[in-house]
């Protein structure tokens, strides 16, 4: 299973935020690119680099992170948040990312973003999945949808979508353990599907449990950050 820290970005800064809620956040570097040279040296391969200022914005704002992040370290980046035009897409590839992230453009605008997947290609598009109560959510969390999780990941599969990443809002951020019967349920369901698993891990325990079911991948973001997950024991899993 593949280890992928996150480092989310405001004004250029490292910083996690509580259940998606700008009001609940914490800075803790600010200088991204030496917490992804820890990543890095530790033995971490790839890093999930979210724009939380491009998500309210909606379009890309901090490329400079990801392009001094990816000058600066051999990690395969995949980038998002804001995401909502191709030039965005031309933006990522262009400052280092090796594969952009898409969330709401998927809900909202389906046929554009199956044009994307079939001109990049599965292997350079991932898809995000927030998900409230296994209803895909969007706009930051702010709203859900009456979509199911589900349903929407085998119309997007059907049209070559290779990767994705569902993160339970209910979960993110409160290191409560991660949604282990959503996922086992979907990895299950589409076993070629390489999925990620992300929100609420808070444990090496929990790791562990998420590669014993099959994940392809885990997200691990605060759990790092407050030293409950030591990268020397990442070593273990990578």
């Not at 009001?23 to 939380?52: C, M, T, W």
């Not at 997947?117 to 599965?122: E, V």
């Amino acid at each position: 299973m593949q280890i992928i820290p996150a480092i989310d970005i405001i004004e250029g800064k490292c910083v996690r935020l509580t259940q998606g809620d700008y009001s609940q956040k914490k800075i803790y570097n600010e200088q991204p690119v030496e917490v992804a040279k820890e990543f890095e040296d530790a033995g971490i391969e790839r890093l999930h680099l979210v724009d939380l200022d491009g998500a309210k914005a909606g379009q890309i704002v901090n490329w400079k992170a990801l392009e001094n992040i990816a000058s600066k370290t051999a990690l395969t980046i995949d980038f998002g948040g804001g995401v909502k035009t191709e030039k965005d897409i031309e933006i990522i590839f262009n400052s280092g990312g090796s594969i952009a992230t898409v969330g709401s453009m998927a809900v909202n605008q389906p046929e554009v973003f199956f044009q994307w997947l079939r001109k990049y290609k599965g292997e350079k598009i991932l898809l995000g999945a927030d998900v409230k109560e296994e209803k895909i959510a969007v706009h930051g969390w702010t709203e859900t949808t009456e979509l199911n999780l589900i349903d929407f990941l085998e119309k997007n599969i059907d049209q070559g979508l290779k990767q994705a990443f569902c993160t339970d809002i209910s979960k993110d951020g409160l290191l409560s353990g991660p949604s282990l019967t959503l996922y086992k349920e979907i990895i299950n369901r589409f076993p070629k599907l390489h999925f990620i698993a992300s929100g609420g891990v808070s444990s090496m325990a929990d790791l562990e449990a998420l590669r014993d079911i099959g994940c392809g991948g885990a997200i691990v973001g605060k759990a790092i950050y407050e030293g409950r997950v030591r990268l020397e024991d990442l070593k273990t899993l990578i």
